[in-house]
């Protein structure tokens, strides 16, 4: 349920506003060098702060718990987890009579009986992709492959100059953005993955729409390879450098499901985030009665643009087990 | 590797042309009305002769080893085969010095040591989406629900009417086209998938990226989504006859990973068959030469236009399989 | 369900009166020998006909539908079925009224709601153990490891030279009796398994107890262990030709779930064969009435007698499995 | 490789002398009151102290990071986690040259490459079934069933009057015992587990045999059907108060893999203790010699006496799991 993967395997557990979140990785190659430091520069990739992003700003502080010994991995499972900061939960009974608009709450409800923790919402908050970010690290190092996502338009617009400006008037409007991430992966051996179930690409897009808010994910060319011709979108074989290659990874590094020696490249649509400040009409589901709904507290303008080493991590979560299987 | 599902599983087996293929299906609920002949419906569709298809046409009979009695499924195993028919394989020797453009035939090769099956694309054929559809016809009676594929767009074209003069004349070209199917799920109770790792979206699209071919795939608003604002892609809950529904249903049924009560809809990209007439240069992989390829044989010039039932069937195995999780 | 392991997994099917039985093995290295042939010498060692089994032969015959292509395994899924015979089902609505004591008739009725195929026991037959005997053949050649199985006890005799006397004497009294196998697998590189939940133990114990009919699994030194004292028990280490290696192997070969490098070694405790000619009293569940009940048909009156190889088969299916996590 | 189960699902992680253990118990039912306090009473009957056990006492002071909100279960994943106290590890270098007879020590080593924290035995120390025993207090509350394991032997004498006496002559002798545990489940219904690979026998025998230190596991009569005519273990049902039931229950509950609704009975043998006072004869693995061993620190003389709950818990992990999968 809450786990993943094969031979590399992560749990993830917590809530928003409970004690702590965290992480458990398993699999991991006895010998890799590894301390909290290491993490730091990927959790601060996630964290908020910046333009566009929720001015509240978390410690985000990680600890191993097991698995990791005079600075190596030792083979054991390797816990991390995150002490959640002073988490003013303000009025949650009302979250569960209004569940918000494009949020998790109504079906959390339904699903748990209304014993779901409600607060910030709860296990569905994107808080939980900290501690994938944190395994992701480990993932990177267990791979031995580049990962490298960015984010390549966010409200339809391309133009990273406008970007700025585009926050701006979303914010000044108390609305949201959504955007889009690229993700490539290079120094990927050919031969990882298996036909059919576990596929690259299967693998790669459960874990990706793993992720809270994720709307779609291609491959390659694609949606677009939908709408070319056989002659188009053909990847001939050719020899580069003694190796061989294809010459436009239009099928983004992955043939039959097998990963043929290219770059990785796929892209993931993230919608906007759904709290936003304008009021919204809905439904209070105890009153059955249709209310305005002023979501509180500070948000994400563009979630996504926090999300690209979240995809990075996801993508090593599984290319780390896929290289571990062989 | 070759199963999928956790309390209602599937495993497949076979080669386009070796003695036969198939696939066990366990996890089935005791008492289902279940014969041969029930599976024929959806066999049908999925088989080539129609405009645009190959016109090689096979047998496609099934037959049920096991877990059938008396007209009703007995909750042990079902597997059902296929014998292949009478299949002529070429020179099959030259498949493996030059692997076809955007088939398997090279990453099988090296995946496999050179010890692959290479004929008709061995393991890797779409033909082991044959058995697939017949495990998706019991799938369907386990679930109690309605699934509902159909091909919106074929070569970019939406607009049906023009589809037989595009395949005419892609045809005359030699070359193939893709093409675009959309799928809804009705009668989705509410509350299925778990949050995060087996969310409902990951299982739908980990099986979707399993059919060979698929190249994206997108739920509700999709990519689209992300060029939205949180106000146009938000969907607010109303009562309707006594029901809590969503408005818009941009989420495509899915929020936070569980269903919510509405219909499920995604769409999947289905690339152009790779198999075109059309001369090719590509690599010939012992000598290291450019050569030209003619691939011989008789292909789909769009097998996009076979994929909705399959599409269907998929969807059918995740949604029985977290059906029986509850 | 009714599948088995991690990277090397097995899925059985079929029931002891239905069309076929057979296996799918999944994850074997391309590029291994394998043809029917090859699997003969253990099935022929499963199969009844010497004293003490049951009269009745069956044909045994393999095919291959998948998986193995001019002599070898290609890396993709192997499926092996078997026919069933001309099986004569006798009155089987009476099994469902008066299950017979000892074998599942009574739980399957109960598990399945009635639609279980009671022909033979259907899916709970012993005949399902021969698609196993096949895999193992696979796993053995896999793994590379010796694996040897001897009855070394029947119904409480351990002087083989008494066993024909004491097999012609149960027959006699229309009785049954029990008997112990011990495993021993040879050539075991040190470093399989994983503490706790995939120990090696834990895994092969899985696997035993999924035999019909065992009651019993120890290792090494076994319940014995429990009566001995630390002094006896403990089993220093000692260079031998340069390899470090126990002095009395009483821990079976395994250490903390992980194997030393040691032989395995381990029992197995089989039941009587349940079916006898005597007349025993049970419970008509219809009527509710208790009834005399004389199980018509030949049986095995030590059915332990064909169940080293089977053992052997097991053992081999999860050493493989543990081999190829490495 | 560390987590266990399929619908109920644990995940273990820790070190004996790290810095925390602890688990994660996910697929729990919303609803279910917790707190820590509801684990003491478990934690507190494998705690040490009492004679024939270390008199080494740890805290053992359980924390929720997740799934427990206002003293009931969310249906997220729940972590529990235990701090290691104030752990002097001595000469742990001295450990890897000279793995101590009996432990895990040395294939640690070799599975890690010498990266395995060994300080008290690491990752394979029996304390990292203390979280177990917590994860067993919730699937006590799912199942809703009765757990009862006993101490039935130890060193062989089986009358607990005699117990004292013999604790106190292996203490003065520096030497350790064995024991077996008796455990019998209540309340079972009839119907849960599968034919084959899941058989309720064969999960129960996968969880006593990643307990540290078991070396045979049997149900019902055990050992003893192999030694038994069909005619004395046969089972025949009866009427019981309007329930089907077996008359001698020698099948411990089971039939065919199947829970037939009498009580599940087993039994576990557990090995002495590893860690003796007693010199040792043993080899240092890193220059070649064989030396004298005297394990240093304060042991169980018999940490049988400290395994019953730990039986329970495991036991009640797989048939909440069973339980779940209806």
Same mark, same amino acid.
């Given at each position: 349920?809450?786990?993943?993967?094969?031979?590399?395997?992560?749990?993830? !557990?917590?809530?928003? *506003?409970?004690?702590?979140?965290?992480?458990?990785?398993?699999?991991?190659?006895?010998?890799?060098?590894?301390?909290?430091?290491?993490?730091?520069?990927? %959790?601060?990739?996630?964290?908020?702060?910046?333009?566009?992003?929720?001015?509240?700003?978390?410690?985000?502080?990680?600890?191993?718990?097991? =698995?990791?010994?005079? =600075? *190596?991995?030792?083979?054991?499972?390797?816990?991390?987890? !995150?002490?959640?900061?002073? /988490?003013?939960?303000?009025?949650?009974?009302?979250?569960?009579?209004?569940?918000?608009?494009?949020?998790?709450?109504?079906?959390?409800?339904?699903?748990?009986?209304?014993?779901? $923790?409600?607060?910030?919402?709860?296990?569905?908050?994107?808080?939980?992709?900290?501690?994938?970010?944190?395994? =992701?690290?480990?993932?990177?190092?267990?791979?031995?492959?580049? !990962?490298?996502?960015?984010?390549?338009?966010?409200?339809?617009? /391309?133009?990273?100059?406008?970007?700025?400006?585009?926050?701006?008037?979303?914010?000044?409007?108390?609305?949201?953005?959504?955007? %889009?991430?690229?993700?490539?992966?290079?120094?990927?051996?050919?031969?990882?993955?298996?036909?059919?179930?576990?596929?690259?690409? &299967?693998?790669?897009? *459960?874990?990706?729409?793993?992720?809270?808010?994720?709307?779609?994910?291609?491959?390659?060319?694609?949606?677009?390879?939908?709408?070319?011709?056989?002659?188009?979108?053909? $990847?001939?074989?050719?020899?580069?450098?003694? &190796?061989?290659?294809?010459?436009?990874?239009?099928?983004?590094? %992955?043939?039959?499901?097998?990963?043929?020696?290219?770059?990785?490249?796929?892209?993931?649509?993230?919608?906007?985030?759904?709290?936003?400040?304008?009021?919204?009409?809905?439904?209070?589901?105890?009153?059955?009665?249709?209310?305005?709904?002023?979501?509180?507290?500070? *948000?994400?303008?563009? !979630?996504?643009?926090?999300?690209?080493?979240?995809?990075?991590?996801?993508?090593?979560?599984?290319?780390?087990?896929?290289? &571990?299987?062989?």
């Amino acid at each position: 349920m809450n786990s993943f993967g094969n031979n590399f395997k992560v749990s993830i !557990f917590g809530e928003s *506003h409970g004690t702590g979140i965290g992480i458990v990785v398993d699999g991991v190659r006895a010998g890799i060098s590894l301390c909290t430091e290491d993490l730091m520069a990927d %959790i601060l990739r996630r964290k908020s702060g910046a333009k566009g992003t929720t001015p509240r700003v978390e410690a985000d502080e990680p600890e191993f718990l097991s =698995g990791v010994f005079e =600075g *190596h991995t030792t083979g054991s499972p390797i816990a991390i987890i !995150f002490r959640n900061g002073n /988490t003013r939960s303000s009025d949650y009974e009302a979250l569960k009579a209004v569940p918000r608009p494009g949020h998790a709450d109504y079906v959390a409800g339904v699903k748990w009986d209304g014993f779901n $923790d409600p607060r910030g919402g709860g296990h569905f908050s994107g808080r939980i992709t900290l501690p994938v970010v944190a395994a =992701g690290v480990i993932a990177k190092k267990m791979s031995g492959m580049d !990962f490298s996502a960015e984010l390549i338009e966010i409200g339809g617009e /391309t133009d990273k100059a406008r970007w700025s400006e585009l926050l701006d008037r979303t914010s000044k409007e108390g609305d949201s953005i959504g955007g %889009i991430v690229e993700c490539t992966v290079s120094g990927v051996p050919a031969g990882l993955g298996e036909p059919f179930f576990d596929s690259a690409e &299967a693998l790669l897009s *459960h874990a990706m729409f793993s992720i809270p808010g994720v709307r779609g994910v291609e491959f390659g060319d694609g949606f677009a390879a939908a709408r070319m011709k056989g002659s188009e979108h053909n $990847d001939p074989l050719v020899l580069e450098d003694g &190796a061989v290659r294809t010459v436009k990874n239009g099928a983004g590094g %992955i043939n039959g499901g097998i990963t043929n020696g290219a770059q990785i490249k796929f892209r993931v649509a993230f919608k906007p985030t759904a709290s936003i400040c304008r009021e919204q009409k809905t439904l209070n589901v105890k009153t059955g009665e249709m209310v305005s709904l002023n979501v509180p507290g500070r *948000h994400d303008v563009c !979630f996504a643009l926090r999300t690209p080493v979240i995809v990075e991590a996801m993508a090593a979560i599984v290319l780390a087990d896929l290289a &571990a299987r062989k």
